[in-house]
C-alpha cells in the first residue's frame, strides 16, 4: 500500500499535475492540504475517471484538505475532536479530515501557519498541535495496535539541518521551541516520523518558497511529515519525497511526500 502527502496549493490549478502524482507513484491514497476551494468546486471527475474516491472539505479559497482513495473511503471525519477554531467569531478552519482506507485511518492535517511570533494564530497554532497530540495519544491508548497516520504540512521545521539557514529564520514561526516543542510531543505520544530514516540528512526539504529562486538555490524547509502508529511504522518498507515535482511551470511549492507499507 502507497499513501502519500502533498500540499498542492490550490487543486483546481494543479488536478493534472495530482493525478500524474497518482499515476507515477502508483498510490492507493494521497493526502492534499490547501485545496483552496469549496467542496462543490472540488474537481472530482478526472479522478473518478482514474478510479479513485474522494472526499474533501473546503469551506473558501482558503485552507481545504482532502483524502483520494482506490483501497475505499470509509467513516469520513471532518475534523478531529476537540480542534479548535480561529477568527471573530471564532470559525473551525478546513484543516483536517480523516477516514479509514484500505484498513489504515488517514489523516491529512494543515497545520495553521502562526504568521508571526506573539500573533494570535501563533497562539492558535500550538493550541492546535496540543489539541491534535491529546486526541491520537487518545486513539493509541484506546486501541496500541492501531494503525494510524497523520500526515501533511505541518508549518514546523522540527531539526535546524531542516532549514536551509537557521540565521535567516532567527525571529521568524516555523523553527521556535514551542513550535518544535509541539511537535516532539506528537512523536512522544507514539507516532514515529516514517520517513525521516529513509530520506535522512541536511538540504532534504519538502518546501521552497516561490520567491528569490529559492528551489534552484536549494532554499527550502522540511515542513511535511507523516507521522504513524508503531503498528504502522512496523509495516514501512520505503518512504521518498518527490523533489521532480516541485519542477517546471505550474508547480506547488510543496512536494509530495510518499510512504509504502507491506501488505
Known sequence: MRIATWNVNSIRSRIDRAVGVLERHDLDVLLLQETKCRDDQFP????????????????????????????????????????????????????????????????????????????????????????LRDVAAGWLADDPQAQVVLAG???????????????????????????????????????????RPYTPGPGTYTYWDYTQLSFPKRRGMRIDFALGTPALAARVTDASIDREERKGKGASDHAPVIVTLAD
Open 44 to 131: 472530482e471527475m478526472p479522478l473518478s475517471a482514474a478510479g479513485y474516491e474522494v472526499a474533501m472539505h473546503g469551506l473558501n479559497q482558503w485552507n481545504g484538505v482532502a483524502i483520494i482513495s482506490r483501497v475505499g473511503l470509509e467513516d469520513v471525519t471532518i475534523g478531529f475532536p476537540g480542534m479548535p477554531s480561529y477568527g471573530e467569531p471564532p470559525v473551525a478552519e478546513a484543516r483536517a479530515i480523516g477516514a479509514t482506507c484500505g484498513g489504515v485511518r488517514v489523516w491529512s492535517l494543515y497545520v495553521p501557519n502562526g504568521r508571526e511570533i506573539g500573533h494570535a494564530h501563533y497562539a492558535y497554532k500550538l493550541d492546535w498541535l496540543t489539541r
Open 153 to 195: 504540512d505541518w508549518n514546523i521545521a522540527p531539526l535546524d539541518e531542516d532549514v536551509w539557514d537557521m540565521a535567516f529564520f532567527e525571529g521568524k514561526t516555523h523553527v521556535t521551541d514551542p513550535e518544535r516543542a509541539a511537535f516532539r510531543a506528537v512523536v512522544d505520544a507514539g507516532y514515529a516520523d516514517l520517513v
